[in-house]
Nanobody, 127 residues
């Protein structure tokens, strides 16, 4: 079992930055691949970024590539999402997720169903 708690959301102006954190419980954090998803108001949840167990491999949705960076600190059981050049369309509830498998490669991801999910943190970008 892994419990995930997101933090760092808030209100920011367009062009600004935020860093989200996701703290995981348990001693086996390094055994889990991690990902961030987001759900805009009235829309379905979408994939944002994923990172493998060591942090050596990452993958991003086209909509955030070059603006967002996913990273992890296995000693702190935490995964991060650094978000720069934020746009109003980035407004969403952001969720972190964990799974023992890493479903992405340099060419894309083939599965977006993760075993564990956090409760989400709201990010609002004003224009």
């Amino acid at each position: 079992q892994v419990q995930l708690v997101e933090s760092g959301g808030g209100l920011v102006q367009a062009g600004g930055s935020l860093r989200l954190s996701c703290a995981a419980s348990g001693r086996t954090f390094s055994s889990y691949a991690m990902a961030w998803f987001r759900q805009p108001p009235g829309k379905e949840r979408d994939f944002v970024a994923a990172i493998n167990w060591s942090g050596g491999s990452t993958y991003y949705a086209d909509s955030v590539k070059g603006r967002f960076t996913i990273s992890r600190n296995n000693a702190k059981n935490t995964v991060y999402l650094e978000m720069n050049s934020l746009k109003p369309e980035d407004t969403a509830v952001y969720y972190c997720a964990a799974d023992r498998n890493y479903y992405c490669s340099d060419y894309g991801c083939y599965r977006y169903e993760y075993d564990y999910w956090g409760q989400g943190t709201q990010v609002t970008v004003s224009s």
